[in-house]
């Protein structure tokens, strides 16, 4: 049995490395997650199966409420990310596998882990975003136990003074509720940089190393410095080297706290916000220029017949006018092997990933893009909105083509495609010549360029968004933006990292899209850096070694322009 590592002592200076996930340093003792609640013992035989079904069901009940609760209280990525977490914990079919778990005789905790194991295995193997789920069942799972045995929710320790939080891994519901005040920087053992634990961090502004291998031997009380700039984690840090306390942060100034992005010598960087099915009216009090992605699935998943389009136009509609003269870019349903429609089923998909999925399932299902161009031109037309419109998981300038056909038919004049595919990447000026602009998907991009399953943490270090040969990709992107004087968006969660969103500038990126959280600390990065500075930036990114070496060429050259007199 392992020994509980939480009071385990430590010597001597060490440097783990991880995923820098969320930029920021900070200094502090390290206060461990403590671990999920344990199975009882397995019973030989259920009494009364009716009476332990209603117990199981009652306590994932319980547990989306508790969720629904909790995203009442939050904005944008936070409650999104909580609200699909509680449509999870509340799923039908989830508590039809409970209550057959029972039927054979498990217990209501058995029957809950068992039938969320499941569904875990279930969407690891059908992987993409699907799969990224996976660790909030488990969150669920972890809840639901804990209510069944009387035992106090998981929640993150509170030592009573500022500490840096070291877990296995970490459920969006803690990670949304952390105070910044007092947890200095977070610390996962696994993990990726586009999870919702590195979603949210970057949001509350804490630091944090994800993937970090050596996080498990990490005791309480034993001081670290995590950086989250480069992706690693000092234990007992010499006092002569790190200084304590977390690294001060720019001050806000009246020239870029609010309004459109800018850099330094007034180049415009279109600063946009990544939407799903938020409140519309919540999400344009927020200060953007827009909506860079509108992702449109949450109107078709779940469901058990296509919405009509009198359904789509009327969510459209709302929409569109909630943002009034400001740029809505709608991205047309992005689903198919990974995000399966429940009324428009498939054949097996051997590998999802590279499946019938985004703009492809117009081979088979030509008049579901058809339906829903239709709705979203009707809305735009009867608003007066500006609406754009881009398509999914296009390869090939003749793709691009296709969808830009389809949309103009439907009466749409702004017309773009993904980059998620390096094949559009390396033709973008191809791709570009059929298209009004582009938004590069860093999160694909990543997973198809280093071909590396972003669902697998062991696989993070690949899947990190300053992979220089992501980079250079986009800035081939950029580099036929420019010629052709069209514009390239940003819309992956690279777009979220204010060293990041530079370097995306320096690339050629005219837009940056990104959860509203984000908007002021990638507006005031911009507002501190001339576009020569972010083409010098994107220069040593590109030409580094790696993504730790990339992130750490462009932090250092931050740092030392900053200490400039």
């Known amino acids: 049995m392992e020994p509980d590592r939480r009071h385990a002592p430590a010597t001597g200076e060490q440097t783990l490395t991880g995923v820098a996930a969320s930029p920021g340093r900070a200094t502090g003792p390290v206060a461990v997650l403590a671990p999920p609640p344990a199975l009882p013992a397995r019973r030989a035989e259920v009494a009364d199966p009716a009476a332990e079904t209603a117990r199981a069901l009652d306590a994932l009940e319980r547990v989306a409420g508790l969720l629904r609760g909790q995203a009442a209280a939050l904005d944008g990525?936070?409650?999104?990310?909580?609200?699909?977490?509680?449509?999870?914990?509340?799923?039908?079919q989830l508590a039809a596998g409970v209550a057959e778990r029972v039927r054979e005789g498990a217990a209501a905790e058995w029957a809950v882990d068992e039938a969320i194991a499941s569904y875990q295995e279930l969407f690891r193997s059908v992987g993409g975003p699907l799969a990224e789920r996976a660790a909030d069942l488990g969150d669920i799972r972890n809840r639901a136990l804990a209510l069944?045995?009387?035992?106090p929710l998981p929640r993150p320790p509170a030592p009573g003074h500022p500490f840096?939080?070291?877990?296995?891994?970490?459920?969006?519901?803690?990670?949304?509720?952390?105070?910044?005040?007092?947890?200095?920087?977070?610390?996962t053992r696994f993990g990726g940089p586009t999870d919702h634990t590195a979603i949210l961090a970057r949001s509350l502004g804490i630091p944090a190393v994800v993937a970090c291998a050596g996080a498990h031997r990490l005791c309480d009380g034993v001081p670290v410095t995590v950086d989250g700039d480069r992706g690693e984690v000092v234990v007992r840090p010499a006092p002569e080297r790190h200084a304590a306390g977390r690294r001060a942060r720019p001050a806000r100034t009246a020239a870029d706290a609010a309004g459109p992005g800018r850099t330094a010598d007034g180049h415009g960087v279109a600063l946009l916000l990544n939407l799903g099915g938020e409140d519309p009216q919540r999400a344009a009090r927020y200060d953007s220029e827009g909506v860079g992605?509108?992702?449109?699935?949450?109107?078709?998943?779940?469901?058990?017949a296509e919405p009509t389009p009198e359904e789509q136009y009327a969510v459209y509609t709302r929409l569109f006018r909630a943002f009034g003269d400001r740029t809505v870019t709608?991205?047309?349903?992005?689903?198919?092997?990974?995000?399966?429609?429940?009324?428009?089923?498939?054949?097996?998909?051997?590998?999802?990933?590279?499946?019938?999925?985004g703009f492809r399932t117009v081979r088979a299902r030509p008049g579901l893009l058809r339906r829903q161009l239709a709705a979203i031109a009707r809305a735009a037309r009867d608003t007066g909105a500006h609406v754009r419109v881009m398509a999914p998981m296009v390869a090939t300038?003749?793709?691009?083509?296709?969808?830009?056909?389809?949309?103009?038919?439907?009466?749409?004049?702004?017309?773009?495609?993904?980059?998620?595919v390096p094949a559009a990447a390396l033709l973008a000026d191809r791709v570009l010549r059929c298209v009004d602009f582009v938004s590069v998907g860093t999160n694909d991009l990543a997973q198809y360029t280093l071909a590396a399953d972003r669902t697998r943490s062991t696989l993070s270090d690949?899947?990190?968004?300053?992979?220089?040969?992501?980079?250079?990709?986009?800035?081939?992107?950029?580099?036929?933006?420019?010629?052709?004087?069209?514009?390239?968006?940003?819309?992956?969660?690279?777009?979220?990292?204010?060293?990041?969103?530079?370097?995306?500038?320096?690339?050629?990126?005219t837009s940056l899209s990104m959860s509203a959280s984000a908007l002021p600390a990638v507006r005031r990065a911009l507002?501190?850096?001339?576009?020569?500075?972010?083409?010098?930036?994107?220069a040593l990114a590109v030409e580094a070694a790696g993504p730790r070496q990339a992130r750490a060429a462009v932090s250092d050259a931050v740092g030392s322009a900053a200490a400039e007199p």
């Open 397 to 420: 300038p003749q793709e691009a083509a296709d969808f830009a056909e389809l949309a103009r038919e439907s009466g749409l004049g702004e017309v773009g495609a993904m980059v998620e």
């Open 293 to 304: 992605l509108l992702r449109t699935e949450f109107l078709f998943l779940d469901r058990a």
């Open 77 to 92: 990525a936070a409650r999104e990310i909580l609200e699909a977490q509680a449509l999870m914990a509340g799923d039908p």
């Open 462 to 509: 690949l899947l990190d968004p300053w992979q220089p040969a992501v980079l250079d990709l986009v800035g081939r992107v950029g580099a036929a933006g420019r010629s052709l004087g069209r514009p390239v968006g940003v819309c992956g969660e690279a777009a979220a990292d204010p060293l990041l969103a530079l370097v995306l500038v320096g690339l050629g990126a």
């Open 148 to 151: 069944l045995l009387g035992l």
């Open 164 to 187: 840096v939080l070291v877990a296995e891994d970490l459920a969006p519901a803690d990670t949304a509720r952390l105070d910044p005040g007092t947890v200095l920087a977070i610390v």
């Open 527 to 538: 507002a501190r850096h001339s576009l020569r500075d972010c083409r010098e930036l994107a």
């Open 330 to 357: 709608v991205r047309t349903l992005d689903v198919g092997a990974d995000k399966p429609l429940a009324f428009a089923p498939q054949e097996g998909e051997p590998n999802p990933a590279l499946g019938m999925r």
